[in-house]
T-cell receptor
């Protein structure tokens, strides 16, 4: 079955460390997204990519970076510049149309500070 | 103030009972509205999607309604089951320069007890 695989499920970050969250999809979707979910808040968009080798900042991109070298993969790096990284991170994908609307989500990575 | 407000914040019901969750939004111009179910520690899964011209959409025991004039939607769950215990998220899309900007509600946490 097609879907989105996020890994690892749990991740711990030390002070000053960069960490990378993996997101792979086999749905042949053009667009991929990264969201952050905090308790009591709606999902917030970090970055999105509509095609390979192109990506755009979302509403809360500071302290994060991404790459889109392959259609199937959209890794997210949480840099040391992100001072409050503890959250549940969700990756999503969608066909090219309608642009901007996530359709399928992975099961998330929970990131915590050591 | 969140532009997509959901109520109640949490709800406990007995197995077999019905319940209705509310979503009010202020974003515009409206494109479509989706309801997602998110199990604890998992990614959201789409239940229904409605465009401006649709005022009701069903998916099994889930029925969503939309009143685009008053900017209100509801999700009705019939004959609840223990597996319905989850968070239910309302998501509104607006057209923004050929791209759809998505705003997530904070969700209603539903607990179904035996």
């Amino acid at each position: 079955d097609g879907g989105i695989t996020q890994s690892p499920k749990y991740l711990f970050r030390k002070e000053g460390q960069n960490v990378t969250l993996s997101c792979e999809q086999n749905l042949n979707h053009d667009a991929m997204y990264w969201y952050r979910q905090d308790p009591g808040q709606g999902l917030r968009l970090i970055y999105y990519s509509q095609i390979v080798n192109d990506f755009q900042k979302g509403d809360i991109a500071e302290g994060y970076s991404v790459s889109r070298e392959k259609k199937e993969s959209f890794p997210l790096t949480v840099t040391s510049a992100q001072k409050n990284p503890t959250a549940f991170y969700l990756c999503a994908s969608s066909p090219r149309w309608p642009p901007g609307v996530p359709q399928h989500f992975g099961d998330g990575t929970r990131l915590s500070i050591l | 103030k969140n532009q997509v407000e959901q109520s109640p914040q949490s709800l406990i019901i007995l197995e077999g009972k019905n319940c209705t969750l509310q979503c009010n939004y202020t974003v515009s111009p409206f494109s479509n509205l989706r309801w997602y179910k998110q199990d604890t520690g998992r990614g959201p899964v789409s239940l229904t999607i409605m465009t401006f011209s649709e005022n009701t959409k069903s998916n099994g025991r889930y029925t969503a309604t939309l009143d685009a004039d008053t900017k209100q939607s509801s999700l009705h769950i019939t004959a609840s089951q223990l597996s319905d215990s989850a968070s239910y998220i309302c998501v509104v899309s607006v057209n923004s320069g050929g791209y759809q900007k998505v705003t997530f509600g904070t969700g209603t946490k539903l607990q179904v007890i035996p």
